[in-house]
Every structure is written in C-alpha cells, then in structure tokens.
C-alpha cells in the first residue's frame, strides 16, 4: 500500500512539474525569448555572484553562465521591471545579456547554488589593506618567523583575513613569489626571498579550499574549473600603494597549486647604476642602450630580476623626445 502511495506521489509531482515547465515554454514564447531547463545545466558560481543573492531573489533572475563579457541570465518573467532594471545595470557595467525563460524549480536550483556568503565578500579585483592594518603587519612581521605565528593564529579567521595577511607578509618581505603547495595532508606556504623559494608555514587541508575560493575570486576565474591550469590577476590597493598580483591556478597530485606573482612597483624604480652590476659589464650596456637600433636580451629563473633591469635600461633612456612602448603578456 505505501509503495503504491509513493508512486503515486511521484507521479503528482512528475505531471505538476511538466506542467510548471510547460507554462515557462508558453511565456517564453509569447514574449518572444528562449526557454530554458536547468535540470541538467551546470550552473557556474562565479557567474552567479556577478549579481548578489538578495537582487536574484528579488528579481527572480540569476545569472548561470560567463564567457568575457556575454552573460546568460535566466529569469521567470522577463519583462518584469525589476528584470529590466538589473539587465540594465549589468548593461552599464559592459555586460551584454542573453536572457532565457525558466520555471520556478529551475530558478530556486540556481539560487540555492549561492556560494556561502564568507566566499563571495568583496569580489572586486582588488584587496584593500587599510593603512592602519598594514602598520600593525609591517610591527609584527619582523621576519619570516614572526609571519609563520601570525598566520598559525589566524587559521580559525576568515579566508579573506588570512589572504590579507599573507599578502602583507609578501610585501612587507619583499618576496616577489606566493606559493600555495598542497601536499597529502597539508599546504605548504612558501614565499620566494632574493630569489630562493623558502618555506613560511603549513596550511589545514580544511580551510584551504575556502582561501582557493577567494583567490580565485580576486582573480576572476572559474571556481568550477578544477582539472584545467587557470591565470588572472588583481590589485593590492592601500593608501600609499597599488601592487599589481598575477595569479596561476595548476592542478596537481593532491589539489590545486596557487602561485601568486607580486609586481611591487616599488621594485623597479632602481637606476641601472644601483643594480650592482660590474662595473666593465655597466660600461657595455650604457654605450648599447645609446645605439638607435638592436636587441638587449635579459635571461634567467623567475625571480632573479630581469623586469627589474629592464626597468632601469628603460628609466636610463627615457627623455621627453622620446616614444617608448612596451609589448608585454601580460601588461
């Protein structure tokens, strides 16, 4: 008797929801916009936070799908205003929308695929170390040793913390590289000091994912992308400063790698007299940089400061008369 009661349930509930999408089908086609069912859609996280949870449900629209600046929003009744007006708004942020009619089931699938509102604060592109945030780091982290102990603290704090603080550890030592390593049961944190990768400190396996997440964020990339190598970039911004971050997401045997590369502008105001180079080899590039034609090639590892250089041949040639244009990937 029951399992007769529960097939009949689940045919109700069959025929109700064949019916809620055939009603979707008939509005989408009297308002002249595709129709679409996300029983089987993926649906991408970083897309969705394109647009906060509140405005979605407010709405009754989400945005399901990103590639650069096309958009597919989803939304129950197109022409309501409150649809207008967020199309609108995305319109005005370089967003172009395609819209599609969806039932109710599909729209609550999208928005109960929300990311936990600790993984979506401030996705902006851009860190903001507040000046008096920055002081107290730059008291604390004397050294490497000194940053270890701050982070171990902060291993219970928010993702978005423990992000700020290995940022300003990296700046405040001058590292040029972030390593983020995953091991089997552990993270190892590195930071690259004058060239040398050095270990800082290891990482909960628990919380790692939630600082992937962020960084992922910052960055712009995919969070649903796991098996595929990933680059972005983002900005440090404080009172005094702006630090350009470039980002590289790599998979690997126990997870996702993380390096982060750190271009403090700071680094690169050197003169070319200040780089210590020899000084017969400094003769040899001062009467090369004066030529009108030729090539300077600048070689070695990650880190080892061939930006650095290039900077000072730039900053040694430099006058008003002239055009100076750099081709670089990225910027």
Known sequence: MKFQEEKQKEFLAKVRQEEEENRAKLLAEKLGFPYLNLSFVPIEEDALVIISKEQSESAKAAVINKEAKLLQLVALNPDEKKVQSLIADLEKNGFIAKVFVVSEKSLKKALSQYPLREEVREITGTVKIASDVLIRFKKEIVNTKNLKKILENLFK???????????????????????????????????????????????????????????????????????????????????????????????????????????????????????????????????????????????????????????????????????????????
């Open 157 to 331: 704090a928010k993702a978005t913390e423990i992000v700020e603080a290995i940022l300003a550890g990296a700046l405040i030592n001058k590292a040029s590289d972030i390593h983020f390593e995953p091991e089997k049961d552990k993270i190892r944190i590195r930071l690259r000091l004058d060239g040398v990768l050095e270990d800082i400190v290891f990482m909960p396996v628990s919380i790692y994912h939630l600082v992937l997440n962020r960084v992922k964020l910052l960055s712009g990339l995919k969070l649903n992308i796991h098996k595929k190598a990933q680059d972005g970039r983002f900005t440090i911004a404080s009172a005094d400063m702006s630090v350009e971050i470039r980002t590289s997401i790599l998979p690997g045997a126990y997870g996702e790698n993380i390096v982060i590369r750190v271009l403090d502008p700071s680094m690169i105001k050197i003169d070319l007299e200040d780089l210590g180079i020899r000084d017969d080899d400094l003769k040899i590039i001062e009467n090369q940089l004066q030529k009108p034609t030729g090539m300077i090639l600048t070689t070695g590892p990650t880190g080892s400061g061939k930006t650095t250089t290039l900077y000072a041949f730039i900053k040694k040639i430099l006058t008003p008369d002239a055009k100076i244009i750099t081709i670089e990937d990225p910027i």
